[in-house]
């Protein structure tokens, strides 16, 4: 059932239909006292139940950046409605027109940087004060960021779900791939992840799937910080909340943090204090007795040597500091150690090659080499280069399929469409598609931001993408190539 303008629900007036969909429908409605606040009727089933637990959850939380749920009752008919704040009213005239970001977007294409800025802190507010409440909003994209007295605000509380929750929802362009497939659950780092993708999709004008990719030059300092947290934030393993704010604040402090340097700096004072408190037990012992001397004999004994000499109090102090420094140099050294092996563990594995390639690969590791002549080493023929993009149509068009099942909780048609990816991309091709999908999301990263940490992350993954390609190859069979040629 359906209400117009005039009509009455409990004790609010209808005043503008807002939209209909699965989840209910929405209304501006006056309430007694002639207050304006938007009024929900949610549908009878599993959906709207699934809304109303997402409610409950979200009004234990307050904040200024967090659509504030009124009240929360029923109608005769047993049907469930809530009011909430109105988004503000973006155009003037007898009609309501709510504000939101996507109205933005669209009208205005890009947003300035100024202003994205101001948007992004006021929801980076919520969304920290959300995730201490232990909650995940699981459903941010600009049509949920409305627009309450001039703020930013995080609407759409229906999705909202416990850090341990396992239902899948949300939107499949602000949602990593691995969480569309199933392969693990949503996490607190991927609401980061999709309001970094609203960031770079206000920025630069382009959908969410096109991520990293700028169509258009960077020009100021300003959109140029912007873009690269859109980046910290969308890059495994993401970010927190808290800090994504922080990067928006402070945008020179986008390297991540040193928190081993701290650490082996803490370890190292306790080490000098420690040192410090048993030198100065040392000084206080009482002095050793003198030797008593042996009577004389007529045997001849070598002569006795003497004790060495007791360190003074500055001596031993200098001989702590000396121990101290070179425990500090010591544990600099375990912390750029780990931070290599951590960056050659994060980095794709390159398969194991023979000694001849790996004095090739070792020799072209100079530092001189450029991005231009990595991608120019490591290019496929024609002929490969149309055999993968054939590969990659396929799988892209099974996964869009299969996300579009999930979202459905087709768990049937989802089990039939993954057998069916399996038959046609069999021999490893669709592992291949999945690893090449991976790589060419962040070739564009990596020849952008060119340093020579990311020279050797590039070559590795353009090594790793031909090493790949030749095990399928080999053991592809001549009439399975030919089809596809």
């Known amino acids: 059932m359906l209400f117009r303008p005039g009509d009455a629900i409990a004790d609010f007036a209808v005043l503008f239909p807002c939209g209909a969909g699965a989840f209910g429908q929405v209304y501006l409605v006056r309430d007694g006292s002639g207050r304006e606040c938007a ?13 109303l637990a997402g409610l409950l959850r979200f009004q234990r939380v307050a904040h ?11 109608l005769p008919d047993g049907r469930i409605f809530y009011t909430m704040d109105a988004a503000d009213h973006a155009e003037s005239g007898d009609t309501y027109v709510p504000d939101t970001l996507a109205r933005r977007m669209r009208e205005r294409k890009v947003i300035p940087p100024d202003e994205l800025k101001k948007i992004m802190l006021e929801l980076a507010e919520g969304l920290t004060a959300l995730h201490r409440a232990h909650l995940i909003h699981r459903d941010i994209k600009p049509e949920n960021i409305l627009f309450v007295h001039g703020r930013a605000t995080l609407a759409d509380a229906g999705a909202v779900g416990e850090f341990d929750g396992t239902t899948l929802v949300g939107t499949p362009d602000y949602l990593p791939p691995e969480v569309c497939l199933g392969k693990r659950r949503f996490t ?81 004072a ?87 390639r790996r004095d090739e690969v070792a020799s072209a590791g100079s530092e001189t080499t450029t991005a231009a002549e990595l991608l120019e080493k490591y ?24 996300n579009a099942a999930y979202m459905a909780r087709d768990n049937a048609r989802v089990a039939k469409l993954m057998a069916e990816k399996e038959a046609k991309l069999p021999y490893g091709i669709a592992e291949f598609c999945g690893d090449e999908m991976r790589i060419r999301k962040y070739l564009d990263i990596l020849t952008r931001d060119y340093t020579p940490r990311s020279r050797r992350r590039l070559e590795a993954a353009l090594q790793y993408r031909r090493d790949g390609l030749k095990k399928v190859l080999d053991v592809l069979p001549p009439e399975e190539l030919a089809k596809w040629r």
Do not use: N
């Not at 009024?39 to 809304?51: A, F, I, N």
């Open 188 to 268: 607190a780092a991927d609401d980061c992840c999709a309001l970094g993708l609203v960031l770079y999709s206000a920025l630069t004008g382009e959908p969410p799937r096109k991520f990293p990719s700028t169509p258009r030059t960077l020009v100021s300092p300003e959109e140029v910080a912007l873009f690269k947290t859109a980046q910290r934030a969308c890059i495994p393993p993401g970010i927190s909340a808290y800090r994504f704010r922080e990067l928006l604040e402070h945008p020179e402090k986008t390297a991540p943090r040193r928190k081993w340097r701290w650490i082996a700096f803490a370890a190292a």
């Open 39 to 51: 009024l929900k009727v949610l549908s009878p089933d599993r959906r709207g139940e699934r809304e």
């Open 379 to 402: 290019r496929l023929t024609a002929e490969e280069q149309k055999l993968v993009d054939k590969w990659m149509a396929e799988c892209v068009d099974f996964d869009r399929k299969i």
């Open 270 to 356: 306790i080490i000098l204090c420690m040192v410090l408190a048993a030198a100065t037990l040392h000084s206080k012992r009482p002095p050793a007795p003198a030797p008593t001397p042996e009577k004389k004999t007529a045997t001849v004994q070598a002569p006795e040597k003497k004790p060495a000499p007791a360190m003074t109090p500055a001596e031993r102090a200098r001989a702590s500091v000396a121990y101290s420094e070179a425990f500090v140099r010591k544990m600099k050294a375990d912390e750029a150690a780990l931070r290599a092996e951590q960056a050659r563990i994060k980095s794709p594995k390159v398969q194991p090659v023979g000694a001849k």
């Open 64 to 74: 200024p950046s967090l659509l504030h749920i009124d009240r929360i009752s029923t």
